[in-house]
């Protein structure tokens, strides 16, 4: 039985065959020394019977085989010196014949038979048909690969090829791939067998045992590859078909993908190519359970390492038709194996793509086709569960980015978002990361609102709630960083045409829309802000805004600005809203358009009034009223002073005394302006500024009056600073008295408070006094100004 029973007994008989095999070596090695052939033909004989064992698996038989080997070395260098036996070359291949068992006879006469080719007593041919031939008489698996293995061996160096000094006359080189080609089918039928040859509780053994034994079999497509003589022509016509032919017919997976395999690693790229459309032809001819995916794959990288080898390569590619010729057998493969799982399906498409764009980058059009190919596969398929699968079309999708560093080629692609859409809704974002990374990566400028459109479908996992998951499933920290991703997005969009550009922001304002509340707050500052970049670059134009074809006007964009900032009161997003409407009106003033600021400020103050309640977020907003409305020119005195009233009424309404002081005294900035044309009220500015002193002389009393104590002087001394301020600029309304005044006020404060045990001191106000003695003593004009203050 072939099987053995247990390790030890297969220990123990390998123990008892390499016993024999050195017993006979002794005697073997007698009669060689002693010049005895007879006596030296018995003991070879008796040493090889060992190898007649059923008992042994190939890897125990291989140690043994290994020990008889080596002593048959020895006999070949015997019967090479025909002087020590004196017999000729040709009875001694008569003579072992007579063995009496047929294992040893045939390992004998192939021993001799190497030696009679190396005599050229007769045609390398013949003796190598004879060879072949008889060795048919051994059917044993394991005994008959063994046995062929050795033939292959001894006559690898001894075949009549071209250039050889065995090559006779007339077309040896078909002699000697017809001899390689026979011991291949043999040993190929003989290695099938063995799966044959056990119950079916061992298959899975008997296919390990197979597996330690296939480069047996592998070896003779790589003598095949190394004879010189055979070209593409003998490749093509003879070799190919007749390897192809055993490896259909042999029916047997192991056999078949290691075979193919086989092929694809010992041939020339160069035969591959020329000979595709017949390699490929075999493939659906295969068994179903054939993993054909990793030959094909293997196949695809080998040409494609070929082409990128030489650019000369490529007209014989495009000639070939080599990517048709791969997608059509692709095709055929997935027809005919219809129990291949889709990752297979799809990872064979992912090598054909890698294939495309390293040999036709090119040519799109191939790279759609694949796209498509997918596409038609995954149709009328659910969404995508298997990871495997995913990660495969994950793969497939980044080709194109990696290979081109510009996402307008991959927006080319008709196909592309038809691929994406049949991954879940995790992976399509995890994609769509992808995508504008690629973009922010190689900061690829995307310039027309038709690509817009096609990059804003690929990314809609991140613009919007994909089927499956809401907004309210994701993780917070996740959910912020691919919004801000899609915030630097926007800013790669570009067009220097106003009018493309303003088709853009309109592209985008139409996808984020769908995105609900929760994200408008990271989309739409990014928008606003892209739209007023239009706006600069459109300053000093306008036009009318009737019609449908007009060109962009600031006008027309600041419509849409206004659509979009709205948009924001469905999060609810108040504070950012005004910010946003803060800054449209001050482009608005850039553009010289009163009633457009106007308006943008009245948004501003309407959402202060209805939206804004919390004390801190009020006290931000009304910095922000004043300080946007100070640096206005646009206005005409109504509406400045319309604006400038609500503005410090909403200062003096402050919840807090010392917030209400501090904006009040900021308003004073709106009646004063620095410049050439700048507004210059120094009446209102000092009703400004003793307002403001007197709601700090009333915080400091509601201080005295719940605390004990006044509290600090630091409000004062901020007001002091101001009225410095006006002072320096020549504000007539603020003189040297005033000051004097303000400072006797702020050091009687500070007097009282140290009584009742305050702070003595305030850095605040010492540093403000050692600026006045600065001034003071740098003389000058201004020296002179500051000379009536006493300190």
Known sequence: MMISNGIEDEEKWLAEGIAGIQHNAFYLHRALDANNLREALKYSAQLLSELRTSKLSPHKYYELYMRAFDELRRLEMFFKDEDRHGCSIIDLYELVQHAGNVLPRLYLLCTVGSVYIKSKEAPAKDVLKDLVEMCRAVQHPIRGLFLRSYLAQVSRDKLPDIGSEYEGEGDTVMDAVEFVLQNFTEMNKLWVRMQQQGPLREKEKLEKERNELRDLVGKNLHVLSQIEGVDLEIYRDTVLPRVLEQIVNCKDELAQYYLMDCIIQVFPDEYHLQTL????????????????????????????????????????????????????????????????????????????????????????????????????????????????????????????????????????????????????????????????????????????????????????????????????????????????????????????????????????????????????????????????????????????????????????????????????????????????????????????????????????????????????????????????????????????????????????????????????????????????????????????????????????????????????????????NKYLYYFEKGNPQITASVIQGLVDLIKNEMQSESATGGPASDPFFTSTLRYIQFQKQKGGAMGEKYEPIKL
């Not at 700090?696 to 009056?705: G, H, W």
Request: aromatic content about 6%.
């Open 277 to 720: 459309e017949t390699l490929l032809g075999a493939c659906p001819q295969l068994q179903p359970t054939v993993d054909l995916k990793t030959v094909l794959s293997r196949l695809m990288e080998r040409l494609s390492n070929y082409a990128a080898s030489s650019p000369e390569l490529l007209p014989e590619f495009l000639q070939v038709e080599a990517f048709s010729k791969l997608s059509n057998a692709i095709g055929k493969v997935i027809e005919a194996q219809v129990d291949m799982p889709i990752v297979g399906a799809i990872t064979l498409y992912v090598s054909l793509l890698s294939f495309t764009l390293r040999v036709h980058p090119d040519r799109l059009d191939y790279v759609d086709q694949v796209l498509g190919a997918c596409v038609k596969i995954l149709s009328g398929k659910a969404k995508l569960e298997d990871s495997k699968a995913t990660k495969q079309v994950v793969a497939l999708l980044s080709a194109p980015l990696d290979k081109y560093d510009d996402i307008v080629t991959a927006l080319t692609l008709s196909n592309y978002p038809r691929v994406m859409d049949h991954l879940d809704a995790g992976t399509n974002k995890v994609m769509a990361m992808v995508i504008i990374r690629s973009i922010m990566k190689n900061k690829t400028f995307v310039s027309t609102s038709d690509k817009v459109e096609v990059l804003f479908e690929l990314i809609k996992g991140l613009i919007k709630d994909l089927e499956g998951i809401s907004t309210d499933d994701l993780d917070e920290e996740d959910f912020n960083e691919e919004q801000n991703s899609v915030a630097c997005l926007m800013h790669i969009l570009y067009n220097d045409d106003p009018e493309e550009m303003l088709k853009i922001i309109c592209t985008v304002w139409k996808h984020i829309m769908t995105g609900g509340p929760k994200r408008l707050s990271f989309t739409v500052p990014p928008l606003v802000f892209s739209a007023l970049k239009l706006v600069r670059r459109l300053q000093g134009q306008d036009g009318d805004v009737a019609g449908e074809e007009v060109p962009a006007t600031p006008r027309k964009i600041f419509q849409l600005l206004n659509q979009i900032i709205e948009s924001l009161s469905v999060v609810p997003s108040p504070e950012l809203a005004l910010r946003l409407y803060l800054q449209c009106a001050e482009a608005a003033n850039d553009c010289d358009l009163e009633p457009v600021a106007y308006d943008f400020f009245t948004q501003a103050f309407v959402l202060y009034e209805e939206e804004i309640a919390d004390s801190k977020a009020q006290v931000t907003a009304i910095h922000l009223i004043i300080g946007t409305l100070q640096r206005m020119n646009v206005f005409g005195v109504e509406n400045r002073d319309t604006l400038t009233h609500k503005a410090t009424g909403y200062s003096a309404k402050l919840l807090k005394k010392p917030d209400q002081c501090r904006a009040v005294y900021a308003c004073s900035h709106l009646f004063w302006v620095d410049d050439q044309d700048g507004i210059k009220d120094g009446e209102r500015v000092l009703l400004c500024l003793k307002r403001s002193l007197r709601i700090a002389n009333a915080a400091q009393q509601m201080a005295n009056v719940t605390r004990g104590s006044s509290g600090p002087v630091t409000l004062f001394v901020e007001i002091l």
